[in-house]
């Protein structure tokens, strides 16, 4: 038996591996057609979602506000009106871009790039939700050619190519993030950016295209702060796999790593002066959960990228579509192990394993939830999207028609899963991502039913205020609102004959079922997270 050195591991495996047919013209036709109504969709109902605290977050950062002033507005306990809080959702004339950046800096898990970006376009179009999301959506459409390049860079395949823009049109996740005022469309669009210029770097081996590698490495990293072990994990793989010389490779790809970290530099000096700060903003990744929930979280993430109808894990038909997806994932990675090039295999591996592996092994080791939010797994995703369009090009141009046909079946199964999800998604207020919308919601519903009522909040609610915004902007102008601790409710409720009473706890509930002339119940959705007191009419 010979053994296997490091240069018949990596070597492409060009006499082994599968070359999709060129694409026909109908198929073609029908690409541009899906893409085109993914972009549509995008733009679609934009301010009519429901806007999350995340979201709020983001508008009050590029408005030019640090979140402390949002505190400052509700910490003392008095009574004030919802509509006090709207100033910080609209551009704040006096303050700039560097404000924008100084105020990131006690949260700096967040580098400064999409939020100098959102400042500039608050200013130049609107600060209202939908025209936050558009910039997002616009972004997403950047996508599409990235992607485009990337594959073929990567396959050399148009049919590949095409296939990935069309998986990317009707991913559920893809769009998700495409609605949303935050930065993962534009960390997305680096991604693959990067991605596909390395890849073109190491073929020609041009000044010129190091120079693009290693400008979309430090917006990818001034994006968001995972790009760091994409960076690493890209230049590790690209070094491994390069053929000839080995040396001057990994000579060039380091020198781009180091360039882009020197460049990123700065904002690693400020999170290195703000890590507690930071730290303990992301304590909520922490929170424990059990081996078998994070099992079959896992597996529910793994289909969001091809079909999300908003089920729960323990749903039937949640738990039917997403064994399949993930058996079709799985095999699509053995696919292209077994049929495709080694440089290619290793690259996808590269993509999947970046950023999941080190949050994963955190939440199996020390416990929390830090790979269960698919945000920070988006490397992942677009190794898996390539894989499986890989595995769907090779397979839907084989010489055998019954392979051919049940391939194609599967394709299209998977399109009209995904396309019937972002239909849905789009048509929808809320989803699963905005945790906190349908709750926002129905307090927003009950409170605006009545005449001139106070929402009381506890502490603990308004700890987060992007939260408490969120809720704040679905009341009406005649609401009056107090973040109070136990002693300060019933002074608070002086000269209100509505009072609710929103995650407060049990001792202040307990004073208004006292003597305190106020009938009390529950709301029959939240139970007793909203009360519902009523002033009882004088004698």
């Given at each position: ?39 549509a ?10 806007y ?117 049109a ?10 949303e005022?935050?930065?993962y ?15 073109r ?63 990123f ?7 290195q ?32 990228l ?14 039917i ?38 949050l ?13 939010n ?31 046909t ?100 049990g ?8 003597p ?12 007793d ?5 009523e ?5």
């Open positions: 038996m010979i053994p296997a050195t490091m240069d018949t591991l990596v070597a492409p495996a060009t006499t082994a591996s599968a070359t999709p047919e060129k694409p026909h013209r109908w198929f073609l036709a029908l690409v541009i057609a899906i893409v085109l109504a993914g972009c969709v995008r733009l679609t109902n934009l301010g009519n979602k429901f999350w605290a995340d979201e709020c977050s983001t508008s009050v950062w590029a408005c030019g506000y640090p979140i402390s002033d949002v505190r400052k507005v509700y910490s003392d306990g008095h009574v004030f009106k919802a509509q006090d809080l709207e100033r910080f959702q609209h551009v704040n004339p006096d303050r700039n871009w560097t404000h924008t950046i100084s105020y990131l800096v006690p949260d700096a898990k967040h580098p400064p790039g999409y939020f100098v970006l959102a400042h500039w376009w608050a200013r130049l179009v609107g600060s209202d939700p939908a025209h936050m999301r558009l910039l997002s959506a616009l972004l997403s459409l950047l996508a599409f050619p990235a992607i485009y390049w990337l594959c073929f860079e990567l396959f050399g395949s148009t049919m590949v190519a095409a296939l990935s823009m069309v998986l990317v009707v991913s559920p996740l893809d769009f998700m993030w495409a609605q005022a935050r930065a469309s534009l960390w997305t669009v680096f991604i693959l950016t990067f991605c596909a210029s390395l890849e770097a190491m073929r020609r081996r041009k000044l010129f295209d190091w120079m693009i590698c290693c400008s979309a490495l430090v917006l990818s990293f001034y994006t968001h702060l995972l790009s760091l072990l994409v960076g690493f994990s890209q230049t590790l793989q690209a070094v491994i796999t390069a053929g000839g010389s080995r040396i001057r490779a990994a000579s060039q790809c380091l020198s781009v790593l180091c360039l882009a970290v020197f460049a530099s700065p904002w690693l000096f400020v999170l002066a703000n890590l507690s700060s930071t730290l303990k903003s992301w304590h909520w990744v922490e929170r424990k959960v059990s081996l078998d929930h994070l099992f079959n979280r896992w597996t529910q993430q793994c289909s969001l091809f079909c999300d109808f908003n089920l729960s894990l323990d749903n039937p038909l949640d738990i579509l997403r064994s399949l997806v993930v058996v079709l994932e799985l095999y699509a990675v053995y696919f292209l192990w077994r049929r495709g090039e080694r440089k290619a295999f290793w690259f996808v591996i590269s993509l999947i394993l970046s950023t999941s592996t080190p994963l092994f955190q939440d199996l080791i020390h416990g929390g939830v830090r790979s269960l698919p945000r920070y797994l988006i490397p992942c995703w677009i190794g898996i999207q390539l894989a499986v369009s890989y595995l769907l090009a090779c397979q839907i141009t084989a010489t055998n028609w019954i392979k051919r049940v391939w194609s079946v599967i394709a299209g199964a998977l399109i009209l899963a995904g396309g019937a999800s972002c239909i849905r998604s789009c048509q929808s207020a809320v989803w699963w991502n905005k945790f906190d919308g349908p709750e926002a919601l129905r307090v927003a519903e009950q409170v605006n039913r009545v005449d001139s009522p106070l929402l009381l909040c506890s502490k603990s609610f308004a700890i987060s205020p992007g939260r408490f915004l969120s809720l704040a902007r679905l009341l009406g102008p005649n609401v009056s609102l107090a973040v109070v601790s136990d002693p300060e409710a019933m002074k608070a409720a002086d000269g209100f004959n509505h009072v609710f009473l929103l995650h407060m706890p001792s202040v509930i307990a004073c208004f079922r006292g305190a002339n106020f009938t009390l119940e529950q709301d029959a959705e939240l139970g997270q909203l009360w519902i007191a002033r009882c009419p004088r004698p």
